[in-house]
């Protein structure tokens, strides 16, 4: 379930920055990319964290 929501976040950015922010995809080459993905993976955190609350506070996932 986490790792689902982490998934949707981080490539949903991407398809955004894909499709959406930019004329021409930035390469894996290039500063660009590595800025968004950075950025997809804040927001992938940034999903993730009400799943492992819940999955925490049901007992499904132990605390860190």
Same mark, same amino acid.
């Given at each position: 379930?986490?790792?689902?929501?982490?998934?949707?976040?981080?490539?949903?950015?991407?398809?955004?920055?894909?499709? @959406?922010?930019?004329?021409?995809? !930035?390469? !894996?080459?290039?500063?660009?990319?590595?800025?968004?993905?950075?950025?997809?993976?804040?927001?992938?955190?940034?999903?993730?964290? !009400?799943?492992?609350?819940?999955? @925490?506070?049901?007992?499904?996932?132990?605390?860190?």
């Amino acid at each position: 379930m986490s790792l689902i929501a982490f998934e949707i976040g981080m490539f949903g950015w991407m398809a955004l920055a894909h499709l @959406v922010f930019f004329t021409e995809a !930035p390469g !894996p080459g290039t500063a660009t990319f590595w800025f968004m993905m950075q950025l997809a993976m804040m927001l992938g955190f940034l999903t993730s964290y !009400p799943a492992n609350w819940l999955l @925490v506070k049901k007992g499904m996932k132990h605390a860190m």
